[in-house]
Structures are given as structure tokens and as C-alpha cells.
């Protein structure tokens, strides 16, 4: 598993990490309350967690590419606490001049149905479906002023907040946050950077590397199974129709692992309001989606009925893709938006745009 730029020594020291602490029974364990302590006290004596805050602000300065790197560990592991949320909660208030406390985080909204404004100094408003809300110290959270034009970044002390605890499809917290004259610990003043539509760039261009990651082990998974697996005095990987629908789920995953890295490699290059960065991260979430549905209906389907029991980890992957499909904007509306952007711009500009680098 490699982005390009990313520093190896993050990614295999990250690996082992979850290799050891993130066990099938410690994510079976978080789905019934339990808390990962030894894990969360890992990645957060490894600095993990403040990998994107620059060191002006009291992180390490981590790149772009090593966070990614990190955070699409998180979805090949299926680490059941808001280890890529608290990183996209450093990324977003140090984007704002904030300096991010400690412990876990949690970013909001992460819809666009959510609302949440600022009334004289009191944050008001509601958002939904704010992963991990309930487990995290505070909150960063994307604020509209009275002036629509204008927006704002606020961190919110979690007890201030009342919460209605909600489930996702992968068995995690996803919560509504309700603020009713809540009082932020500090904010940014209201400008006219459009904070949510960069939090939705980047949460989508994250939920898509963690997807690709889902899928790389979904795809070591059925071809360890198959290879295992006996049917008629043989191995099932000796069946074509096997065969053919592993080489399927191959294809998925390389074309989710190659949008996701051309989302990153934008970023980095453009950063996250450049066009080019919309294309890619558009792009990434598509066809990531696409490759998650598809990709997890194939690694149950060779899997067969083991695939949906409780006791076997293919189910902690699969239900995080199709839960991760959803958040920071489905593929549908990705795809709607990908097309009106291309319209505006004309045919003559097709081509140009499509090989921008």
C-alpha cells in the first residue's frame, strides 16, 4: 500500500502498529461500546493524530501524502475510533489559524443538509451524521454568519453539545450534534473562504483513499479464501467464474487505489480549490464508490455465507464501504456536479480539461 511522496517509514510503522492493536476482535469489541485504549494510545504517542497540524501551530508538520497514507491504513484495517477524522479535524482548524487540542475530533458537517450559523457569539443550528461524535473531546465545525457570503471555523467543547446518538452501516457512532447557543472555545472570524466546500474536498478525497484501502484487503481476503477454500476435491481459485470475478474485483480495486492517489497528488500540487483538485477528487469519489459497491457484492459472493457472519472480518470492511459511500457527499452528487462543471465549460474545453495535469 503506497501513495506516491508518502514516507515509507510512516506507512510501515503505522501498518505494524495496526497490524498489532487493530485485531478483528478489537473492532468486534468497539461495536459493542468497548473503547480501543491501547490503540488510541498508540496512534496518539506516534503523533498520528496531529500529522496535518503545522508546527507553528504544536504539530509535527507531517505531509499531505504521509496523512493520506495514514488514514487509507485506517480503512485496510477498519480501525473503529476517529483516527481520519481527528486528522481532518488538525487539517481544518490549522487551516483557520486554530490551534486543535488534544485527543480525539471529530469534524462537522459533513452533509449538505446540515446547518449550522453563528448568532452574535453563540453557534446555533444542527448537524447530522457527525461520525464519532459521542466519542470525541470537541468538534470542528464549518459555521455560516449572518452575511450567507461569509463562513467560519469554530471548535466546540463536546459537552456543550447535545448529542443523538445515531449508528452507521459499519457499526460506528454517527450522531447528530445539536448546538443551541453553544459557545465555542475559539473560532475564526467570518470570511469569505468557503470552509465547507474545502471540508467536503477533503473529507471526500478521504473517505475515497480509506475505501481503496477497504478494498485492497477485501481483495487479499477472497484470494486467500479461495485459495483455501475446497469445493469438489479443489481449490474454488480453480474455478473459472471464480477466477473471473476475482479478476474483476482486481480491476475495482486498482481503479479505486489510482483515482484516490490522482485526488491526493492534486491536492498537493494544486491544493484543494484549484479546478484540477475538483476534477480529481470528483473523480475519486465516483469511481470509488462504484468500486465499493462492486467490489464488496464480489468478496461476499466468493466468500459465500461465511462472508456475513459476525465472527469474520470481511464484514468490518464491506459495511464501512457502503457507509463511507454516503458521507462527504454520495457518488451520485459527485457525479452530477462533475457533469455541470464539465457543461459549463463547453466541448471545445472537454479535452483540455480531462488531461489536466
Known amino acids: 500500500m503506497r501513495i506516491t511522496d508518502a514516507d515509507p517509514l510512516v506507512i510501515d510503522a503505522t501498518a505494524r502498529m495496526l497490524e498489532e492493536l ?7 469489541a468497539a461495536e459493542n461500546g468497548t473503547w480501543p485504549v491501547a490503540l488510541w494510545k498508540a496512534v496518539e504517542e506516534s503523533a498520528l493524530t496531529r500529522a496535518w497540524i503545522p508546527e507553528a501551530l504544536g504539530g509535527p508538520g507531517t505531509s499531505l501524502a504521509d496523512g493520506f497514507a495514514v488514514a487509507r491504513l485506517t480503512g485496510a484495517y477498519a480501525v473503529p475510533a476517529p483516527l481520519a477524522e481527528t486528522l481532518l479535524a ?3 482548524a490549522s487551516e483557520a489559524g486554530l490551534e486543535t487540542p488534544e485527543g480525539p475530533l471529530t469534524v462537522a458537517p459533513v452533509d449538505a443538509v446540515s446547518s449550522v450559523r453563528l448568532d452574535g457569539d453563540a453557534l446555533c443550528g444542527s448537524a447530522t451524521h457527525v461520525p464519532f461524535a459521542r466519542a470525541c473531546g470537541h468538534l470542528v465545525v464549518v459555521f455560516r454568519s449572518r452575511d450567507p457570503r461569509t463562513a467560519g471555523v469554530a471548535i466546540v467543547d463536546r459537552a456543550a453539545c447535545a448529542i443523538q446518538p445515531g449508528t452507521s452501516l459499519a457499526g460506528e ?9 453553544v459557545i465555542p472555545i475559539s473560532r475564526s472570524a467570518p470570511g469569505a473562504v468557503n ?3 474545502r471540508l467536503r474536498r477533503m473529507g471526500a478525497a478521504m473517505r475515497a483513499g480509506q475505501m481503496a484501502g477497504a478494498l485492497e484487503r477485501c481483495l487479499e481476503q477472497s484470494l486467500r479464501y ?6 469438489f476435491g479443489r481449490p474454488i481459485a480453480k474455478f473459472q467464474a471464480v ?3 476475482l479478476a474483476v474485483l482486481a480491476g475495482e480495486v486498482a481503479a479505486a487505489t489510482t483515482s484516490a492517489d490522482a485526488a491526493v497528488s492534486a491536492i498537493a500540487r494544486h491544493g484543494i480549490e484549484d479546478d484540477r483538485t475538483f476534477l480529481a477528487v470528483a473523480t475519486a469519489k465516483i469511481r470509488g464508490g462504484q468500486a465499493a459497491g462492486a467490489g464488496a457484492a464480489i468478496a461476499h459472493q466468493v466468500h459465500g455465507a461465511m462472508g456475513f457472519t ?7 470492511r464491506t459495511r464501512r464501504l457502503w457507509a463511507w459511500r454516503d458521507e462527504f457527499g454520495p457518488e451520485t452528487v459527485w457525479a452530477i456536479e462533475l457533469g455541470r462543471h464539465v457543461a459549463k465549460r463547453g466541448g471545445d474545453a472537454l479535452w483540455a480539461t480531462v488531461t489536466a495535469a
Do not use: K
Not at 22 to 28: L, R, T
Not at 226 to 231: K, L, N, T, V, Y
Open 310 to 316: 459476525r465472527e469474520y472480518s470481511l464484514q468490518h
Open 243 to 245: 477466477q473471473h470475478n
Open 22 to 28: 487493530c485485531g478483528p476482535e478489537v473492532v468486534s
Open 226 to 231: 479461495a485459495a483455501d477454500r475446497h469445493q
Open 195 to 197: 470552509h465547507a466546500g
Open 173 to 181: 457512532p454517527s450522531d447528530t450534534a445539536v448546538f443551541d447557543g
Open 90 to 92: 488538525g487539517w481544518l
